[in-house]
Structures are given as structure tokens and as C-alpha cells.
């Protein structure tokens, strides 16, 4: 867009976060004239160039609507931000989006851009990111969303979110560990509360003090798992195993006899005709 630059196409990752923060200053606007967004999500949040240095705007507004007025069954047209996790006395039968959920959206796409992307900063020689992205793709599955243990405990369980955040690298954990502890908390806290009650003023503070920690972190994102998502790696296995195959098939047609040529007028592959073995003992052999 010429007016606006994505998410994921900002220089760094202290404009990142500032981005997200004045993106949730709207979503709070919104919520305060009676609106949800229902559908935050990394290519919905812009920064806008007209300003100088830029401000974070939300954009798509398809799916916003007022929660007095949500029907009780959506014509199968789903927003493209996952499905909040709702709290255990929830039945998924009874499951409505809230205010919350829009929150909610926040803490998974902070938690998505730190387990997705890695640093250009210098770390320690110690840190190793394989971790990092084993816990990626089992919390965001990529291709479907599913209420995965993994994920689950995030939402519910200090000790599982700080083993997900110490495969961070140390300056990124050291940063937003105690933010993403209490907004994880505060979360929880609205989920198991009283269905209707109005989110706490002290929610919209935790969200901008995450994304303000998350703007001390230096250095830019790098697409450390650009390419390796599930699905990837499942065509790279398919095309290896057919590659496997192919060097076996043509093992087995050496061991016949034949000889695979290309012909140098056409360039069709053709295949000699097998060549019949002599006796032991004949003419000629050893």
C-alpha cells in the first residue's frame, strides 16, 4: 500500500511493537463505543507513512460488530485471526466471541512474532533456536488451529508460558517475561470470571506495557523459519521420498541391464535395450 507499510515489513522490532501498541489503542477506541474487531492479525495491523515517524493503525474492518448483536451461527466466513482459546467453564457449544478474545488476539501474535522470527543481534554462542521452533510449531500449527495441549497450557499455566519464553534469546526473555506473566494472568482472571462483566482499565494498561517492553528489544526480525512451516516440510519430504524412489528405480534398472541415455538430436530419454548376460565359462568373461 502506498499509504501504509505491514507489520512484517518494518525495519525493526522496537517499531514493530510500537506499531502494535497504537494498533491497540484503536482496538480499545473501538471497544469503547460498543465494537469488537474479532479478527486481529499480523496483516491487519499497518503503519501508516503519512505521519512522521509513523502511527500504527488496525485496517479490515469486515468483521467488527457490536457483542449485542452477534448471530448465533456465522455463515462459515471465518476471521482470519485464530479462535481464542475460551476458559474451562466454557463449553465450546456456548462459545461467543468477547472482548477478551480481541486481548487475547494480542498476547498470541506478541507470543507468534517472538517464537516465529529470531534476531540479527549478536547472542550467545549457548542459545540454540531449534528449541524455539519445535514450540512454534506445535503452539500455531500453521495449516489448522487446534486447542493443542501445548497451547492450552500457555493460556492457563505460568510455568508453561516461562518454559516457552526461556527458549527465547536472553535479552528477548529478560524483556517481556513479567509483561506476558501478568497479561496472561489478567486474561485468565476475565475467562473464569463472570461471563458479562466489563473488562478491568487495568487490562488496556497491560497490554501497553507489554508491547512498551517489547520496544526495548534492538536489532530487526529475521525470517529464521520463513520456509518451514508444516506444510513445507511435509512437500520437502514427499519430493525427497520421490527422489528416493527415482534413484531407486534407476539402481534397479542398472542392475537389469539398462542404461538410461538422453538423446542428444531430441532430448527425449530413452532406455537401450537390456543386454543379455554370458554364461560363466563363455568366450570372453572371467
Known sequence: MEEATKLLDLPDIKTIFETVKDASYALFILHSIGMLFRDVSPGNILR????????????????????????????????????????????????????????????????WLLLRYDTNEQIPTEYDPLPKRKAYNKIFPHYRFENKPERVAVLTMDPALDKVLALLPPTWTSALRNALRHFRTALMEVHEGPKRRPLPQTMWALVYATCARGELIEGSFTGLFEGNSCETLKRKRVARRAAAQAVGATTTAHRNGGVASASASTGAERLTVPQHKRKKGAAGTR
Open 48 to 111: 501508516r507513512k503519512m505521519e512522521v515517524p509513523g502511527r500504527g493503525v488496525l485496517a479490515d474492518l469486515e468483521y467488527s460488530t457490536s457483542p449485542t448483536i452477534l448471530p448465533d451461527n456465522n455463515d462459515g466466513d471465518q476471521p482470519s485471526a485464530p479462535v481464542p482459546i475460551a476458559g474451562p467453564d466454557l463449553q465450546q457449544d456456548d462459545w461467543r466471541f468477547r472482548d477478551v478474545h480481541d486481548l487475547e488476539s494480542i498476547f498470541w501474535l506478541i507470543l
